[in-house]
Antibody
Framework: EVQLVESGGGLVTPGGSLRLSCAAS????????MSWVRQAPGKGLEWVGR??????????DSAVPVKDRFTISRDDSENMLFLQMNSLKTEDTAVYYC?????????????WGQGALVTVSS | QSVLTQPPSASGTPGQRVTISCSGS????????VHWYQQLPGTAPKLLIC???QRPSGVPDRLSGSKSGTSASLAISGLRSEDEADYYC???????????FGGGTKLTVL
């Protein structure tokens, strides 16, 4: 059974930092393009960014609202994905989903984690 | 304001057929695949339709997807109460260099 389990969410003050982790099991992480997608309370889905496989160059694409503040990284040996979030703003408050794609450039997301809530508030 | 445009709501009675539209541009739908996700209340999204019209294993054939030009549609026939959920379309956007989602459509089974 495929499982993606996020951790590291919580309450942080504006301007602070937080690091989310995603532990993968039941799939071979090194073969997946991994993404983060967020959902603000009561709102729709918003793509945060993705990291390609090392085989495909390991390139990272990030959404404009988080570029230069958020960094995606992966540790394939540990089957882990990370999201380092700096200079957090109140508008970053959301459930953050870890997601795995095996379709390459077709960009569909095959598997989703259960999500981790990040609350940015003073 | 989402890059892809979906109606905020849709509804139907059990057994009916409903369609949900998704409108984009040449930067996204017009030149890339469209995917559809279902999100049941309080749960993570689930892939329903990929690459315009492909159903992943386990998705019933009463769900279907189509694409024409810069628009796409999700059709659900034989509507059931368990279909009540939020539905999102998504596509890669060549100009933004990222995945773009529709704003979501809340489907109510009356």
């Amino acid at each position: 059974e495929v499982q993606l389990v996020e951790s590291g969410g919580g309450l942080v003050t504006p301007g602070g930092s937080l690091r989310l982790s995603c532990a993968a099991s039941g799939l071979i992480l090194r073969n997946a393009w991994m993404s983060w997608v967020r959902q603000a309370p009561g709102k729709g889905l918003e793509w945060v960014g993705r990291i390609k496989t090392k085989t495909d160059g390991g390139a990272i694409d990030s959404a404009v609202p988080v570029k230069d503040r958020f960094t995606i990284s992966r540790d394939d040996s540990e089957n882990m994905l990370f999201l380092q979030m700096n200079s957090l703003k109140t508008e970053d408050t959301a459930v953050y989903y870890c997601a795995a794609s095996y379709g390459g450039i077709s960009a569909e997301i095959d598997y989703w984690g259960q999500g981790a809530l990040v609350t940015v508030s003073s | 304001q989402s890059v892809l445009t979906q109606p905020p709501s849709a509804s139907g009675t059990p057994g009916q057929r409903v369609t949900i539209s998704c409108s984009g541009s040449s930067s996204n739908i017009g030149n890339n695949f469209v995917h559809w996700y279902q999100q049941l209340p309080g749960t993570a999204p689930k892939l329903l339709i990929c690459r315009n019209d492909q159903r992943p294993s386990g998705v019933p054939d009463r769900l279907s997807g189509s694409k024409s030009g810069t628009s796409a549609s999700l059709a659900i026939s034989g509507l059931r109460s368990e279909d009540e959920a939020d539905y999102y379309c998504a596509s890669w956007d060549n100009s933004l260099r990222g995945v773009v989602f529709g704003g979501g459509t809340k489907l109510t089974v009356l």
